[in-house]
């Protein structure tokens, strides 16, 4: 989404962040396929893994969840749901891509993390056209 946002010339607009629901990771940057998989579209991914937190539902005016279990860890962050209208599945602003929630490819080749980034992709201009910004 970064990519796509600096590249609409929207960075001074959009602020994106990137957060697991579980404590896997933390301070680790983007897994090495992954970064392999989003140079080859031209981008360069930077950052170090960090969890979720509650605080994130008040401070995000938009909360992407990549599957139904991210979605349901999410969620029990906010008991009092005061905050579930702001938490959208990822696949939903997909245009191009049928699928419903976005695989894991951790245990499987490169060939995963490809269509996960032409997944995101579709996804995040998807989401940056609903926006209209």
Same mark, same amino acid.
Request: aromatic content about 10%; charged content about 30%.
């Given at each position: 989404?970064? !990519?796509?946002?600096?590249? @609409? *010339? ?27 998989? @989003? ?9 170090? @893994? ?11 005016? =938009? ?29 939903? !602003?997909?245009?191009? !891509? ?8 951790? !245990?499987? *080749? ?9 997944? =995101?992709?579709?996804?995040?201009? *998807? ?7």
């Amino acid at each position: 989404m970064r !990519y796509l946002v600096e590249e @609409a *010339g929207l960075s001074d607009r959009i602020i994106c962040d990137s957060a697991g629901t579980s404590s896997y990771h933390i301070g680790s940057p983007p897994d090495r396929r992954m970064q392999q998989a @989003a140079r080859a579209k031209g981008m360069t991914l930077t950052g170090e @893994a960090r969890q979720f937190r509650a605080e994130d539902l008040e401070a995000f005016d =938009l909360i992407l969840a990549m599957d139904r279990q991210n979605y349901r860890d999410i969620l029990l962050l906010d008991p009092e749901r005061r905050f579930a209208d702001k938490v959208k599945m990822m696949c939903d !602003y997909c245009t191009e !891509y049928p699928d419903r929630e976005v695989p894991d490819p951790y !245990y499987g *080749g490169g060939d995963g993390f490809r269509y996960v980034v032409e997944l =995101l992709q579709d996804a995040c201009s *998807g989401l940056l056209r609903e926006m209209a910004v």
